[in-house]
């Protein structure tokens, strides 16, 4: 059960840190995806293919 949550908390500190990588990355392009609890989350639980996801939904929506 321990390392469950161990294995829960690591992805989602990999998760902060790669969308904000992403992020110093993506200004220039202005292609920025905003850091909060539903980007972090659906990064966290789907993985690099949520990157281009989000990306295609804030180019429809926005």
Do not use: D, H, Q
């Amino acid at each position: 059960m321990i390392k469950l949550i161990y294995k829960a908390i690591k992805r989602v500190i990999f998760s902060f840190f790669f969308l904000y990588g992403y992020n110093l990355l993506a200004v220039s392009i202005n292609a920025i995806i905003p850091l909060n609890i539903i980007t972090i989350g659906t990064f966290s639980l789907l993985g690099i293919p949520s990157l281009l996801g989000l990306n295609i939904i804030k180019l429809l929506v926005f």
